[in-house]
């Protein structure tokens, strides 16, 4: 009988493998560039971790949108600290705009390895600091020091198992890619293990000998189907969102921007949207989303962060929400 851990092995050796074989045959040309731009150097400003090697713009067609009159095309990465920094506007935008808006989450390889030395980046534990910053710039918790504790090599698996989890249920494997985020960003979890992600598969209702199945079978092809995609719609950075509607018109919002942005590209599409309200009592927001920052509690009950976070903290010592704390804040989780 074959081990857990020898499982794990192959498995890991599975997925290198064959990210090794297409880093050689569509990355070869990118090697001078990364030397001079490194995507985990993120620009808090701009709002965006740029990718090497990626300068051009491109124009064009989606897919037609089925079920909904506008459609969001997201790229982003499971360790992209600008796009955990647009957390709190996606899903103020999906609780006023969701009856009129499909996301589809695209996956554009951040990190393939560390092949490189730029913008001061040479290491993993380089990264730490620069998050520790990142995490003050959004306001939104995150702890570099897994970096220095459990250094991720790649954010390629754990973009690799979303991929798998799309394939058992898409509202799921969202949730599965929150999680992980969670796992990185707070728990410092070095997400390419398989213990982690399967605890973070589990979590969300995924099957999890499903996922190791998948992620075997087809999950690297449907990455690799992501990041063509990726460089034909001339993605430079993350986040990159592409709005559309029926008609082919289109609106861009690249980097982190104000959720003022995003709720005027949908109207820009779709003048007729009317806004849903939503109510901003803690016990709604909660119902909807399990777990959330103190900044994304803010942004959707329209309180300041200050006043977010005396709320929080109260209904913590009542026992009503649990508390993660961070050294760079807290996540806030319900217990119903």
């Not at 050689?24 to 995507?39: G, H, I, R, V, Y």
């Not at 897919?63 to 103020?92: H, M, N």
């Not at 589809?104 to 730029?118: A, I, K, V």
Request: one cysteine or more; glycine letters at 6%; proline letters at 5%.
């Amino acid at each position: 009988m074959i081990s857990s851990s020898m499982r794990t092995y192959k498995m890991k050796t599975l997925w290198w493998a064959t990210c090794f074989i297409f880093f050689l045959s569509t990355c070869q040309a990118q090697n001078q560039q990364m030397k001079t731009n490194n995507p985990l150097l993120c620009d808090p400003e701009n709002g965006i971790c740029e990718m090497p090697g990626t300068n051009i713009e491109a124009t064009f067609t989606t897919s037609a949108i089925k079920d909904k009159p506008v459609k969001l095309i997201y790229f982003t990465d499971p360790i992209c600290s600008s796009c955990w920094g647009i957390e709190p506007q996606l899903r103020k935008l999906k609780m006023e705009y969701g009856q009129y808006i499909d996301i589809e989450y695209r996956m554009g390889g951040l990190l393939p390895d560390w092949s490189y030395n730029s913008g001061g980046i040479s290491k993993p534990s380089d990264v730490a600091h620069h998050w520790d910053e990142v995490s003050r710039y959004y306001q939104m918790p995150i702890d570099g020091d897994v970096w220095l504790e459990d250094p991720l090599s790649s954010s390629y698996p754990p973009s690799i198992a979303f991929k798998a989890a799309q394939l058992q249920d898409e509202q799921k494997a969202q949730l599965f890619l929150r999680r992980i985020k969670e796992m990185v960003f707070l728990e410092k979890k070095n997400i390419t293990k398989w213990e982690h992600l399967s605890q973070a598969a589990s979590a969300t209702g995924l099957d999890t000998t499903r996922l190791k199945t998948d992620i075997e079978a087809v999950g690297v092809q449907r990455f690799q189907e992501d990041l063509a995609i990726s460089r034909q719609y001339g993605v430079r950075g993350f986040p990159t969102i592409f709005v559309t509607d029926n008609k082919g018109h289109q609106e861009k919002i690249y980097g982190s921007k104000s959720y003022a942005v995003f709720e005027d590209c949908i109207r820009k599409l779709l003048p007729t949207a009317e806004k849903k309200a939503v109510s901003p009592d803690w016990e709604t927001l909660f119902s909807t989303f399990r777990t959330l920052t103190s900044r994304e509690f803010a942004e959707l009950s329209g309180q300041g962060i200050p006043e977010s976070e005396m709320l929080l903290e109260d209904l913590h010592r009542k026992q009503q929400l649990e508390k993660l704390p961070t050294k760079n804040g807290a996540l806030w989780i319900s217990k119903y």
